[in-house]
């Protein structure tokens, strides 16, 4: 089946330093890619959607300066936290798409688990 | 933006079927209805998806009524590797023609010996 890598699985920055967080699609081409977030004992809250080439999407409340996405090739996502502070530890997941038709299901990463100091 | 809309919990015993039930009101026509299973600090998993009246795959079987309107996935005979929570998500339409794959709350199940 489809496989979607994330890289790493889990870091520690300190505050005021940047992340950068890695999501491959490895066996087939992923023309969209979503971020998501997820705090303990919560559901999945999406963040921002990206298609190759073009700008990130983002969701209400999520500052596209902080969260830099970048989709430049079929295979390849990366979310940068900028300038971490502690309240943005949490576990952040890929996912891919790999067709065009929107009903195609998700494929994710392994996620990311970022924390803070 | 409408959501899906699941219990929280559920509990069961090794080697019943568990039933998960989760309504979508504000369906779309040409939207699917797809479910997933995640543990702990693991991303989740693609279990199953439909359209309409019922689909099986190896692990599992979903039933969706006529109107479309809700689900239901169905675990034949758990264990306890089957504790995890449980995801249904359906792509649902925007005003803005945007599209966004939105969660509901999850159903977390809890599988006894």
């Known amino acids: 089946g489809a496989v979607v890598s994330q890289h790493p699985s889990w870091v520690i920055c300190k505050s005021g330093t940047s992340v950068k967080i890695e999501c491959r699609s490895l066996?087939?081409?992923?023309?969209?890619m979503f971020w998501y977030r997820q705090f303990p004992k919560q559901s999945l809250m999406l963040m921002a959607t990206s298609n190759e080439g073009s700008k990130a999407t983002y969701e209400q409340g999520v500052e596209k300066d902080k969260f830099l996405i970048n989709h430049a090739s079929l295979t390849l996502s990366t979310l940068t936290v900028t300038s971490a502070h502690p309240e943005d530890s949490s576990f952040y997941i890929c996912?891919?798409?790999?067709?065009?038709?929107?009903?195609?299901?998700?494929?994710f990463g392994n996620g990311t688990r970022l924390t803070v100091t | 933006l409408a959501k899906t809309t699941q219990p929280i919990s559920m509990d069961s015993y090794e080697g019943q079927e568990v039933n998960i039930t989760c309504s979508h009101n504000n369906i779309a026509t040409n939207d699917y209805i797809t479910w997933y299973q995640q543990f702990p600090s693991q991303g989740p998993r693609f279990i199953i998806q439909g359209y309409k009246t019922k689909v099986t795959n190896e692990v599992a079987s979903l039933f969706i009524p006529a109107d479309r309107k809700s689900s239901t996935l169905s675990l034949p005979r758990v264990s306890l590797s089957d504790t995890a929570v449980y995801y249904c998500l359906v792509v649902l339409g925007m005003d803005t023609g945007r599209r966004a794959l939105t969660f509901g709350s999850g159903t977390r199940l809890q599988v006894q010996p």
């Open positions: 996912s891919a798409r790999g067709y065009r038709a929107d009903n195609s299901p998700l494929h």
């Open positions: 066996d087939f081409q992923a023309t969209t």
